[in-house]
Every structure is written in C-alpha cells, then in structure tokens.
C-alpha cells in the first residue's frame, strides 16, 4: 500500500511546530489516526496545546512554514478565548487544519486575527 502525503507532511508539521513552539504538546485527531482510510484529499488535523497564553501570530507562523512546505496559497483563522484555528492549503496541496489551545482565556482583541481584511481575502 503507498503512504500518502499526510504521514510524512505530520510529521514534518509536528517537528516545525516543537522548534517554533517548544513546550506545546501536539495531538492528531481525524483520519491521519487511520492512515488506511486516507486519500489524496484527506487534511492533517493537529491539536496543539499552547504552555502559556501567548498568542500565535498568524502571518510569521506562515511565512515560516511556507519556507518548509510550500507558498501559502489560502487560510482561514477561527479565534475563540481559548483557541486559534488555522486552516491553510500550501499550493503543493498539502492542508493541514491546526487548532493551538491556550490554557486559560483570553481576551478576543489578543486572538491571533488581527487583520479581518487579509483573513477575508485570505480563506478558501
């Protein structure tokens, strides 16, 4: 059976995620659990559990991974007090759909979303 993207591109997510953010704790939920039931069109779901309250900043985030993966070609951020969600496709077609959990709330204006002009421009 041929592995499909998704095993080696969490992997690679995962380890650029330690670098950037050392004491997370990341979690993979969805259907790269089952490598069996992916296919081409399969994302890569990852939880990752922040230490602290600091918010990601968005655009470095990707301009960092776009240098390990590929161009960003669009994304999506979901802001809640206790959690940033960051959809993104790289134009290689790799997406992954990353949800970083903080451990206590905090104030909506410190979400990770600062710009809703690039956000709308930006989703897919």
Excluded at 6 to 24: D, N, R
Aim: glycine share 2%; net charge negative.
């Amino acid at each position: 059976m041929q592995t499909q993207w998704q095993v080696e591109a969490s992997v690679k997510m995962s380890a650029f995620i330690t670098e950037k953010f050392p004491a997370s704790k990341i979690m993979f939920s969805g259907s790269v659990l089952n490598p069996s039931e992916l296919d081409i069109y399969s994302d890569v779901d990852m939880q990752i559990n922040m230490p602290d309250n600091t918010p990601v900043c968005v655009k470095d985030f990707l301009d960092a991974a776009a240098k390990i993966f590929s161009p960003v070609l669009g994304f999506e951020v979901i802001s809640h007090s206790l959690k940033d969600a960051i959809r993104v496709c790289f134009e290689n077609g790799m997406r992954f759909d990353l949800v970083f959990r903080y451990p206590c709330e905090k104030p909506i204006e410190s979400s990770a979303l600062k710009n809703t002009v690039e956000n709308i421009a930006n989703q897919f």
